[in-house]
């Protein structure tokens, strides 16, 4: 079992920055897994944001975050990251760190770990 956990979220004037965390609480390695990031917005469906293979850093990233959004890990710590930046007020949300062995989709329904959710409020 796979245990996520997301920091960082908050709240951030448009044009501003906000950078996210997840870890895995339970102590396993994201080694062999894809780590991603969904979001959120009310009454919307969960849309995928960004991804990265573990092991070969390989990333992919939606159209509306393309050149705003950076994903990255740190394998000595464990954790993944989104660096935010040019916020929208339409990138406010609910994020969701989610993994997945080996391989993912860009379809929610395709993850089976996700963490709680974090916050991000941007405003205008």
């Known amino acids: 079992q796979v245990q996520l956990v997301e920091s960082g979220g908050g709240l951030a004037q448009a044009g501003g920055s906000l950078r996210l965390s997840c870890a895995a609480a339970?102590?396993?390695?994201?080694?062999?897994?894809?780590v991603g990031w969904f979001r959120q917005a009310p009454g919307k469906e969960r849309k995928f944001v960004t991804a990265?293979?573990?092991?070969?850093?390989?990333?992919n990233y939606a159209d509306s975050v393309k050149g705003r959004f950076a994903i990255s890990r740190d394998n000595a710590k464990n954790t993944m990251y989104l660096q935010m930046n040019s916020l929208k007020p339409e990138d406010a949300a609910v994020y969701y760190c989610?993994?997945?062995?080996?391989?993912?989709?860009?379809?929610?329904?395709?993850?089976?770990?996700w963490g709680r959710g974090i916050q991000v409020t941007v405003s205008s």
């Open positions: 989610a993994a997945n062995l080996q391989y993912a989709t860009t379809l929610a329904s395709s993850w089976n770990y």
């Open positions: 990265i293979n573990w092991n070969t850093g390989s990333t």
């Open positions: 339970s102590g396993v390695s994201f080694s062999n897994y894809v």
